[in-house]
């Protein structure tokens, strides 16, 4: 496979993917603008806590079967083998009922415990059983969810997962706080919004895919002994997303995790291509893996973290800026406390993306340590540092731990990267994207401190930073025409079809 098929087998599959994530992402965004301008930043940060609670028990009550059986289908879908696909999801999906309504119970039966004892957060008790009966939905959604991505259907996984589920989500959700009902009636809409998706997406997969189930001849133990490192690693991705909240839950109190995750979820958005990139990623460079063709792979590595870069850094020069104003716009006044973290943990997002796709790399080649050994440094890390710092500064020593631990873990990801496939993806044109946004950033910095603008003016300086950064990226040449052009074609080829 030549690397200009390969990249445009990237972006063909990445615009449809895209597509989905921007739907799911404003989605997510939009219901929780809604829910921290309604409930305000008590409430919402018990029900911050109490989705960190139960995100954290599905994602560790799936057992990383959702990383896991994709694989196990992609592989016996290549050879045709419809009977093993047929086990490989009977028994994930047995697994996932059982360990999942084990977990609800459990956290069920110690919300009082959870919410009194830890948190001391009296008003944390009912949601939390409320949506502790909601984990066996969602890790049935997240499996059945899993079966598309082994299916290689990017349009299906799509819709199911971003206008699907998280249209539901902010219909009812946003439905509920908007007719005066309080985060007990936000955590019943979410658990409604979960309940309601679960069998429109599992029949849609059965009606798709006519494999059917088959419990009666199951193969357990091959699937649970694969998937025990990938569920390291997905409970080590979620204690990175979470930690901070709960940690500061516990340690400060539901205001600071309300305010903490506001600018998170911003922060995050620096994020989206790698997730993007990394979904149809993984694939082609499997492909390219066993073939043996390293070359071609960090072709394009290089290429695709070019891309990222040179397409996140306006975005992620936005929020470092202008923190407040993008705050308040989004979120209201009561919130700019998040401003200092939003700027914080936008510099740890950027690193993440001058990383690249590593994460997907090792996951294509079969390499879960190495990329086990990265979670688990940036976990320790972000442990440790937060009890370090949160009773000190609060939120800001929260981001600083992310900040610390992400620039930690992703140095020795990229350190693997360079001994296992000698992939450092930075050059010049990688230079001359970076020059072109610190030039385009110090700019607007000057024009901000002269005319000291308010809202609207600071959203057309934001229009105007990136205007002169894509001009400076043209002119020095860090955008190549012929990318240029490749993208375009990708586009057309997508718009038309």
């Known amino acids: 496979m030549e690397s200009n098929e390969a990249l445009e087998k990237i972006g063909k599959g990445s615009m449809i993917v895209f597509t989905g994530f921007l739907a799911g992402t404003v989605f997510q965004y939009l219901y929780k603008i809604i829910l921290a301008r309604f409930l305000g930043p008590e409430s919402f940060g018990v029900f911050v806590l109490g989705i960190a609670i139960i995100q954290s028990a599905t994602a560790i009550a799936l057992l990383g079967l959702n990383e896991s059986v994709p694989r196990f289908i992609s ?3 290549g ?9 490989t999801a009977s028994t994930g999906l047995l697994i996932t009922i059982f360990s999942s309504i084990s977990f609800s119970l459990l956290l069920f039966v110690l919300s009082d415990t959870i919410a009194l004892t830890v948190f001391e957060e009296a008003a944390l008790v009912t949601p939390l059983k409320i949506l502790a009966i909601s984990i066996p939905a969602l890790a049935s959604i997240k499996f059945f969810l899993s079966l598309f991505q082994g299916q290689q259907d990017a349009v299906y996984s799509t819709l199911m997962n971003d206008f699907l589920w998280s249209g539901a989500i902010v219909l009812l959700v946003t439905g509920s706080v908007s007719l005066g009902y309080s985060v007990e009636g936000a955590a019943a809409a979410y658990l409604a919004a979960a309940f309601l998706s679960l069998p429109i997406i599992a029949y849609t997969y059965l ?40 940690m500061l839950g516990w340690l400060t109190g539901s205001v600071d995790s309300g305010i ?54 306006p975005v992620i020069a936005g929020m470092l800026i202008f923190p407040r104003e993008i705050i308040q716009i989004l979120f209201g006044s009561d919130y700019v406390g998040a401003a200092l ?24 080649m079969g390499d879960n340590r190495k990329l086990l050994a990265g979670k688990t440094v940036t976990s320790v890390l972000i442990v440790s540092l937060n009890l370090l710092l949160i009773p000190i500064y609060g939120t800001k020593g929260a981001a600083i731990s992310t900040l610390i631990a992400f620039i930690a873990g992703d140095t020795l990801l990229l350190y693997y990267m360079r001994r296992k496939l000698g992939i450092l ?25 002269a005319l000291n603008p308010g809202l609207i003016g600071s ?23 012929r990318e240029v052009n490749k993208l375009k074609r990708v586009v057309l080829e997508r718009l038309n079809g």
Do not use: C
Not at 272 to 299: C, D, H, Q, W
């Open 341 to 364: 973290p939003l700027s914080i943990l936008s510099l740890a997002f950027l690193f993440r993306v001058f990383k690249g796709p590593a994460e997907a790399t090792f996951i294509s």
């Open 75 to 77: 592989f016996h879908r």
């Open 207 to 246: 009606r798709k895919y006519d494999h059917g189930f088959d419990f009666s001849d199951l193969n357990t133990r091959k699937l649970l002994v694969f998937s025990w490192p990938l569920f390291l690693i997905s409970a080590l991705s979620i204690l990175t997303r979470w930690y901070d909240v709960l």
């Open 425 to 449: 993806p930075y050059d010049l044109k990688f230079l001359q994207i970076f020059v072109s946004g610190a030039i385009a950033s110090l700019a607007v910095l000057i024009m901000e401190g």
């Open 79 to 87: 050879k045709n083998e419809l009977e093993k696909i047929r086990r």
């Open 260 to 313: 903490y995750d506001v600018a998170y979820s911003i922060a995050g958005y620096g994020a989206l291509l790698i997730e993007v990139v990394g979904f149809m990623f993984m694939p082609v460079i499997s492909e390219l893996y066993a073939k043996k063709n390293t070359k071609r792979i960090r072709e394009i590595y290089d290429l695709a973290t070019r891309w990222m870069t040179l397409t996140t850094l």
């Open 459 to 481: 959203v057309l300086l934001g229009a105007v930073l990136v205007t002169i950064y894509f001009t400076l990226l043209y002119l020095i040449g860090g955008l190549k025409r």
